[in-house]
């Protein structure tokens, strides 16, 4: 699950109009929100149904390191909260995991050993220094090699001061979402008032706020600021739902074939962006009903151009920008410049990528121009971004030949992700 193996994939193109139902692996958001609260709390927790990918093994990984515990029980994980003892000096694996490189080291300074923090040459690229330099504020010892990037060591002096900081979070919701998964267990708590652009991904904010209610913190938001005060944690037991961006493509190969596809144990009420695929797929036309069981979309045969602003749900861009190519006239996505501080640079990527096969694709300031044209096969390169795999599979749907570069950095979130899209091709 490296994300290193250099094959490729022949996407496979389908027959007709799709007829499936699919069952997509755990939220790696929630997931990996999930092991860190259950590290942070008073008791041992139950993880239900949690992803098992590199990133979540990056994190449970992470958070061993760290002196806590994640035990697999069969579906199920069981995390021990951390119990920080010793001096000697460890390391934290991040990959290219922007939850763990986010989310891990404030963790770090509640032990008492230098804690070393590094991972693929991607993630030395992914932005990161704000949020260090709140944690330095909130109490934090960090050394660094002056970029404020990784790798870099946390001191830890066996507990953190916490208390008022500002932040600048218009690069990641994740610098945000760091600071309030970590806040109850800093002495004083956190408040976090916001600076600058407004933060990406609100969802994930909302999502970060909800399992900390779960977790028996109480959050508070008024506008730009955030308040979580100190408290013991504590979740016998947490379900993780299926993850909505990894249905992304599953979803999109119902349109694109004009087909019907059900996602399997869809919630009926989530904060996770990928939710807003409902919306979206009625947007450029195209069915979605939600019921108990799941969510069926159904392609109409034809999908309308839009202009979409993605800001709050930029990870489904690259699956939308697949989309879009096959619409009936012209796209815009706006509000997702800092995708090009994600796995790659996602704007880049999609242009050169998309464009080699036809398209026309150009790069605006804070997102992509799509003019649909017919489509050739060739060879579509991935940059060790697992969205990319997923946005070349529903390519190959209608395109024959698409050669896909490196298809095992899938495995991000969804090691299984060829062999599902071929059972749902059947
Ligand atoms: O908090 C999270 O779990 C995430 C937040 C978002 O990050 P950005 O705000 O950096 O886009 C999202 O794109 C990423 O896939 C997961
Ligand atoms: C941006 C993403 O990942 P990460 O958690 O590494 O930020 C993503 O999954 O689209």
């Known amino acids: ?26 939220s790696k958001s929630i997931t990996n929100r999930a092991f860190v609260l259950a590290a942070l709390s008073d008791g041992p927790v139950l993880v239900r149904k949690p992803l098992d990918s590199r990133d979540a093994r990056l994190m449970t990984g992470a958070l061993s390191a760290l002196g806590g515990s994640a035990e697999a029980r069969g579906e199920d994980v069981l995390v021990r909260p951390l119990a920080p003892e010793g001096t000697e000096p460890v390391s934290v694996a991040l990959g290219n995991a922007g939850t763990v490189a986010r989310f891990t080291p404030a963790l770090a300074g509640l032990g008492s050993r230098p804690v070393l923090f590094d991972g693929d040459e991607a993630i030395r690229r992914r932005p990161v220094a704000p949020l260090l330099r709140a944690l330095a504020e909130l109490g934090l010892d960090i050394e660094d090699e002056g970029r404020g990037a990784p790798p870099f060591t946390v001191l830890g002096h ?18 945000l979402s760091a600071l309030l998964l970590a ?8 408040t976090v008032r916001l600076v600058g652009g407004a933060p990406p991904s609100e969802p994930h904010i909302a999502m970060t706020l909800d399992l900390l209610r ?9 506008g730009k600021e955030f308040h979580v005060p100190a408290t013991r944690l504590s979740c016998p037991d947490y379900a993780v739902e299926p993850d909505l961006s990894t249905a992304a493509p599953f979803a999109a190969a119902a349109a694109v074939t004009g087909g019907s596809v059900r996602i399997e144990g869809w919630p009926e009420r989530t904060t996770q962006p990928g939710d807003w695929l409902r919306s979206l797929l009625a947007e450029l036309g195209q069915r979605a009903e939600l019921d108990d069981t799941g969510l069926t979309v159904t392609g109409t045969g034809e999908i309308s151009g839009a202009r979409l602003d993605l800001h709050e749900v930029g990870e489904l861009t690259p699956v939308v920008a697949a989309l879009l ?6 796209s815009v996505i706006s509000g997702v410049a800092h995708l090009r501080g994600h796995e790659t640079d996602r704007l880049a990527a999609l242009a050169t990528e998309l464009s080699a096969l036809g398209a026309g694709v150009t790069e605006t300031e804070d997102g992509l121009a ?8 060739g060879v579509f390169h991935t940059y060790e971004d697992h969205r990319l795999v997923m946005a070349a599979a529903v390519l190959g749907l209608r395109v024959p030949g698409v050669e896909v570069e490196n298809p095992a950095t899938v495995g991000k979130t969804f090691p299984g992700f060829t062999r599902a899209w071929q059972a749902m091709l059947g």
């Open 325 to 330: 190519c096959f619409a009936d006239g012209p």
């Open 183 to 190: 806040g109850p267990s800093f002495t004083s708590g956190v």
């Open 214 to 222: 779960r977790f028996g913190a109480a959050p508070e938001r008024s």
């Open 1 to 26: 699950m490296s994300g290193n193996t250099a094959s490729t994939w022949s996407a496979p193109t389908a027959s007709g109009p799709l007829d499936a139902s699919v069952r997509v692996p755990g």
């Open 158 to 175: 066996g507990g953190i001061a916490g208390g008022k900081v500002e932040l600048d979070s218009s690069a990641s919701s994740q610098f």
């Open 370 to 377: 799509i003019t649909p044209a017919p489509l050739r096969g």
